[in-house]
């Protein structure tokens, strides 16, 4: 098992290995002494695949477990989900030196760290992300969050894990399509941060999967580091995500965050490209790459129409919304811009 630790307020380690669910309940006790009670919450389809496994391990460790699952799903991303996870913690005597372990992907990873962050004001979570996507991204970092009609992602809290375990054996079951959309936000990694990451995913991503798995998670670690509340440098890590969001809500959550971020990444890049912000030919290697992982470059909406969606992203700070524009394969920036300037450009280029 290799750990990686990330230096937060609160600093914690993401382990990453092979038959880490099978230590889970030790691992946990070892960052929550305290507790008594671990409130599991994850979807359907993760409990049938790892509950049965991880519920043993807390056992093992002394620990009461109790689950809580849902129906998985971006449209379950929502309050009347948060609200029935309170509710579930509360019936169950959760108390304030207990712990939530947030199992499956990002969506029990994200409603999950919400719930925790905000129960007794802040109870500790342990994530155990179990699609390559979650393991990447959204279990490192603290940011959690749910949907509301207006946009995704618009309430949560920054609520940094005690922990995050890592086990590649779950990676095994990924359905492919699902393996691709952690494949896209891999690929984001490469086109922000290094060539070299990047290379690694497009030549033979299962081949490099532990490496790229680690090398990702380094690169997320060092800039949550420098910027842990997303007010400068972290933005970078939204690269994609500002048209890929609209791409989601537009599609009504049947086009997945991964494809999304990669449709959202192939639109950006090649504007910023007219805009003079990125190299020529970058863009057009992405959308090979893309094509290559069986991703999405393309979304059938007009511009305009994204747009709108597009006027209530997080990303908006008053009248001007910040982009991330890679100027070339590994080195991206953010720029901030007058809203009604990016609508022009994309109206002008579309
Ligand atoms: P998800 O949690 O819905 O998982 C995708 C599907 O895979 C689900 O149907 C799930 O049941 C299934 N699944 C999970 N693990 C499995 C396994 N090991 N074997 C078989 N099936 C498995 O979605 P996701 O793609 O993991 O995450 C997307 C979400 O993450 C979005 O809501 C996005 O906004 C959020 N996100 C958050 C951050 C952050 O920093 N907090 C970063 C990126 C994405
Ligand atoms: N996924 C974006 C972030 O964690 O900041």
Not at 66 to 75: D, I, K, N, R, S
Not at 156 to 161: E, M, S
Request: glycine letters at 10%; charged letters at 20%; aromatic letters at 6%.
């Amino acid at each position: 098992m290799e750990k990686l630790l990330v230096k937060t307020g609160c600093p914690y380690e993401v382990c990453v290995g092979h038959g880490l669910l099978r230590q889970s309940g030790e691992l946990i006790r070892q960052v929550c002494p305290k507790a008594r009670i671990a409130a599991v919450v994850t979807d359907t389809t993760v409990q049938g695949l790892y509950a049965p496994a991880l519920m043993a391990s807390l056992e093992n460790a002394g620990l009461s477990p109790v689950l809580f699952a849902f129906t998985p799903g971006e449209e379950h991303k929502t309050l009347r989900t948060l609200g029935e996870i309170y509710e579930f913690l509360a019936q169950n005597g959760v108390t304030r030196t207990d712990c939530l372990v947030a199992l499956g992907g990002g969506i029990p990873g994200d409603v999950g760290g919400f719930a925790a962050a905000s129960y007794l004001r802040g109870i500790d979570v342990v994530q155990i992300p179990t699609t390559f996507l979650a393991q990447i991204d959204s279990s490192v970092g603290g940011k959690t969050a749910i949907n509301i009609p207006q946009g995704k992602n618009l309430v949560g809290a920054f609520w940094q894990p005690r922990r995050v375990l890592c086990d590649i054996d779950t990676l095994s079951t990924l359905p492919e399509d699902i393996f691709a959309d952690g494949a896209a936000e891999a690929l984001k990694y490469g086109m922000i941060a290094s060539r070299e990451l990047y290379k690694k995913i497009t030549e033979d991503i299962k081949g490099n999967l532990e490496t790229i798995i680690r090398s990702c998670i380094a690169i997320k670690r060092d800039i949550v580091q420098r910027d842990e509340r997303d007010t400068g440098e972290r933005m970078l890590l939204n690269f994609g995500h500002t048209l890929g969001h609209a791409v989601e809500k537009h599609s009504r959550h049947q086009i997945s965050h991964g494809r999304a971020v990669a449709i959202g990444m192939n639109l950006m890049t090649a504007l910023t490209t007219r805009m003079g912000l990125t190299q020529p030919g970058v863009s057009e290697e992405l959308k090979q790459a893309c094509q290559g992982l069986g991703l999405p470059t393309d979304y059938p909406c007009t511009l305009q129409e994204l747009l709108q969606y597009a006027s209530s992203d997080k990303k908006r700070a008053g009248d001007s919304i910040r982009i991330v524009a890679a100027e070339k394969i590994g080195t991206a920036s953010v720029w901030t811009l007058p809203f009604e300037k990016l609508c022009e450009l994309m109206l002008t280029f579309s």
